[in-house]
């Protein structure tokens, strides 16, 4: 009962204070309000979520190495996805836009193991990426919630390996690459409190690194041709925003 009357307090100064004169600046609480409402927000948010990979050249590797070993009994894992997390910025020049400046990263990993024989054989092969991402979400509000479609870009940075153990024979090496991608997204931002807010996002990422490298050279297959890491595919997002200072969204003149 006592958290309810301070609450009520709480709300009982603040009508006040937006319905009295600014004494203090010369200036009416009406026009003190405005020039609240046109405040940019900024928040910081944390983000996590299951992300899908497409991974065409590597899976088509992977493939291709199961048929050369079929029947051993040993059989390789694809990289079909993994759980994404990241951190960012968000900034809301007003209540319908939102900049959104994201590091991602991407999980990318599968593998397996088996008795060929007597022999144990382990092969694990990793393809992460490393994301910097800028994104432009529109957004329109419902009660407590801002829903819109938001995309943009993003720089990716692989640094991965592939590590194959046959008993006592080690395959080992490391694999490099970047490139640009791009991704659209539905999004949702949902104000628990003006000091805590819910993010939901779902959409699709296109993003390919270059030539895969290993110690400075572009990994060649048998046939002549390359592997480029891909992580394109469904991406989700679940988080929470912090702003750096409490208040309402910023709304501008003739916003409705």
């Not at 996590?48 to 059989?75: E, R």
């Not at 628990?192 to 110690?215: D, T, V, W």
Request: proline fraction near 4%.
């Amino acid at each position: 009962m006592r958290l309810m009357h301070i609450a009520y307090g709480i709300l009982l100064c603040a009508a006040l204070s937006t319905s009295r004169p600014a004494a203090s600046f010369g200036e009416s609480g009406e026009n003190a309000s405005d020039e609240s409402g046109r405040k940019t927000r900024v928040f910081l948010a944390l983000f996590g979520g299951p992300q899908s990979y497409a991974m065409t050249d590597i899976n088509h590797s992977i493939d291709q190495d199961n048929q050369v070993l079929a029947g051993s009994g040993f059989t390789a894992k694809k990289i079909t996805g993994g759980t994404g997390f990241g951190a960012g910025i968000r900034v809301w020049p007003s209540s319908k836009l939102c900049l959104l400046f994201d590091y991602n990263r991407l999980p990318a990993s599968a593998s397996s193991s088996a008795l060929v024989g007597t022999t144990p054989v382990v092969e694990s092969v990793s393809a992460p990426a490393s994301a910097l991402m800028a994104t432009v979400g529109y957004f329109r509000p419902w009660k407590k919630i801002h829903y819109g479609i938001a995309g943009g870009a993003g720089y990716y940075i692989c640094n991965g390996n592939v590590d194959a153990r046959f008993g006592s024979t080690i395959i080992k090496y490391d694999l490099h690459g970047k490139g640009f991608g791009a991704h659209a997204l539905a999004m949702a931002d949902i104000a628990a409190s003006r000091g805590l807010h819910f993010e939901l996002a779902l959409g699709y990422r296109s993003a390919k690194s270059g030539n895969l490298e290993s110690s400075g050279t572009t990994i060649t297959l048998d046939d002549g041709s390359h592997i480029r890491a891909d992580w394109s595919g469904l991406t989700t997002r679940f988080g929470f925003c912090i702003p750096f200072d409490h208040g309402p969204y910023p709304t501008h003149a003739g916003e409705n």
